[in-house]
């Protein structure tokens, strides 16, 4: 596998008896993101082959300030996400864009 191949890495570490830290980092075009519907708590839900990402409300119970704000959070840094995508697919495309347009010419 290169440097630049697609991959899901996940990772869990145990330090004595503090709680475990689970890490999760999709580095993949076969990412899907979903939402599921149900009557008793709103589910995002991020999968790939290998792994599968569920982000709930608190506790899994019913929705507090923190669900609305954490929610929020979840919508702006995908905005930011998406913008950096757009600004590096645009700078991304304008050097073959300039070489097309040269050899029109």
């Not at 996940?10 to 599921?36: C, E, I, K, N, W």
């Not at 409300?57 to 929610?71: E, F, I």
């Amino acid at each position: 596998m290169s440097s630049r191949d697609p991959y899901t890495y996940v990772s869990m570490a145990m330090y004595g008896t503090d709680r475990p830290q689970l890490h999760v980092s999709f580095h993949t075009p076969d990412l899907r993101v979903s939402t599921l519907v149900q009557k008793v708590r709103p589910v995002l839900c991020l999968e790939t082959d290998e792994a599968d990402l569920m982000i709930s409300t608190t506790g899994g119970g019913p929705v507090t300030d923190q669900d609305v704000r954490l929610a929020r959070q979840i919508v702006d840094a995908a905005a930011h996400y998406l913008a950096d995508c757009e600004r590096r697919y645009a700078e991304q495309s304008a050097p073959d864009q300039a070489t097309t347009d040269q050899t029109a010419a």
